[in-house]
């Protein structure tokens, strides 16, 4: 399957933004899919993650409450909802497929999305 994140852009703390991950090649309900992120100079990080069937998703500490992921099977999408943005969510977000659950992610990345919360 490819992906390809978008809807990223700049925006003031406290506000919102809506991510998407459009796959292509195979149907999303066939994998466990994740958000990760990358802040400039740091490690990529696990965001959250949705199973392949039931829709369950779960979050890193650092998004839970403020960040949800869901899915339109009929778009073959994924979408990541942030809302009460802060400047240390700025990053580039990736999309995933998941080798095990909940974080484990497979080598495909793909290209990100960069956002940015300013203060």
């Known amino acids: 399957v490819q992906l390809q994140a978008s809807g990223g852009g700049l925006v003031q703390a406290g506000g919102s933004l809506r991510l998407s991950c459009a796959a292509s090649g195979r149907n999303i309900w066939n994998y466990d899919m994740g958000w990760f992120r990358q802040a400039p100079g740091k490690e990529r990080v696990f965001v959250g993650s949705?199973?392949?069937?039931?829709?369950?998703?779960y979050y890193a500490d650092s998004v839970k409450g403020r960040f949800t992921i869901s899915r339109d099977y009929a778009k073959n999408t994924m979408y990541l909802q942030m809302n009460s943005l802060k400047p240390e969510d700025t990053a580039n977000y990736y999309c995933?497929?998941?080798?095990?659950?909940?974080?484990?992610?497979?080598?495909?990345w793909g290209q990100g999305t960069q956002v940015t919360v300013s203060s």
């Open positions: 949705i199973r392949r069937s039931l829709s369950y998703a």
């Open positions: 995933t497929t998941l080798r095990s659950w909940p974080n484990n992610p497979t080598d495909y």
